[in-house]
């Protein structure tokens, strides 16, 4: 029976917010320049809602200036993509972040790859991609960020472990999978065509669930010891009615059997909002020609 420690996110990305606040504040005083985010929200998904109202608040809290663009979901894909580009020319605005998912009339991947590369605070643009498959400076997804962060407080060196990514995602999966890499981790990324899916994870040092389905990931998949990061953000009803939140990970049948876990809520997703008011800052450094 291993003792499980729980990686609270929450408190990281807390202590991430507070350093970053004492940063812009150097960064403003020194160039004279806030930093910018500007959020792109279309239609009424109320999740996304609820994200963006968050991202916000802690971009002011930070020190910087957020522009929230609410548009109907009506808005044609020409219309986004001229925000977009006023945007990209917008010398206020250091950070654009297109709140996905986009109604089914608009093409994301055309929006995205609007977003001018510098400004590309998610990180999705390809010119991001590939610049951090092949081993450039770029800018990072945040999410896949925030768990490299927690992994290496956690256990400081990762060089030498395997890691198993379950879910591919562009958002998630592959752009982890890519910084694990980096890392010097042995990396396997899993998905809903892999053979053995629970052998699979067994060989993980570092297993992380990357795959929006209620906590699929059960306790004998894990090795004694790993070190798991949940990133399933998954609501279900409660017994007695109501809903709570999971993870992809059966949270209560990894205890004692993982080396450390995040819960859900509380691990990987206050990192995300972390992560992006980092990346904000990186962009208008580099755009003050500072980095
Ligand atoms: P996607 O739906 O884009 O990708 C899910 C991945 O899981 C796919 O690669 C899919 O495989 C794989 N998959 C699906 N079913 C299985 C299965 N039975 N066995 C193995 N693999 C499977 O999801 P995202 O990457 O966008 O998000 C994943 C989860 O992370 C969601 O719960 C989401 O809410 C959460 N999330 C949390 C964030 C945070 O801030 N904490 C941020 C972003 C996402 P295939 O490619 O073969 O279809």
């Not at 609820?50 to 044609?76: C, D, I, W």
């Not at 609007?114 to 590309?120: L, N, Q, V, Y």
């Not at 290496?152 to 890499?181: C, F, H, M, W, Y």
Request: net charge neutral; aromatic share 2%.
């Amino acid at each position: 029976m291993v003792e499980t420690r729980l990686i609270d996110g929450k408190a990281f990305a807390e202590a991430m917010r507070a350093r970053l606040k004492g940063e812009v504040a150097a960064f403003v005083a020194e160039t004279g320049v806030t930093p910018g985010l500007a959020v792109v929200l279309v239609g009424e998904d109320p999740a996304s809602a609820v994200y963006v109202r968050n991202k916000g608040k802690q971009t002011a809290e930070a020190g910087m200036a957020s522009f929230e663009h609410k548009l109907p979901a009506e808005t044609t894909q020409e219309e986004v993509l001229a925000l977009v580009q006023a945007l990209n020319a917008d010398n206020a605005v250091h950070g654009i972040l297109v709140q996905l998912p986009l109604p089914a009339h608009i093409d994301a991947q055309a929006v995205l790859a609007t977003i001018d590369p510098g400004k590309d605070v998610d990180g999705f643009h390809v010119m991001n991609a590939g610049r951090l498959a092949v081993g450039l400076d770029a800018l990072v997804p945040c999410t896949p960020l925030g768990c490299v962060m927690l992994l290496k407080d956690t256990l400081g060196s990762l060089a030498g472990l395997e890691a198993v990514v379950v879910g591919r995602s562009n958002i998630v999966g592959k752009p982890l999978a890519q910084l694990l890499l980096r890392e010097d981790c042995t990396v396997t990324i899993a998905h809903s065509r892999t053979r053995d899916l629970p052998a699979v994870c067994r060989r993980a040092d570092i297993l992380v669930g990357a795959v929006g389905r209620p906590e699929m990931i059960r306790g004998d998949w894990i090795k004694p010891g790993a070190t798991v990061i949940d990133v399933g953000i998954n609501r279900v009803e409660k017994a007695g009615g109501g809903t709570r939140l999971v993870g992809d990970v059966a949270f209560g049948e990894a205890q004692g059997i993982a080396g450390a876990i995040t819960p859900v809520p509380g691990g990987v997703g206050p990192m995300t909002i972390a992560c992006l008011l980092a990346n904000t800052l990186t962009a208008a450094r580099r755009q003050a020609g500072r980095a």
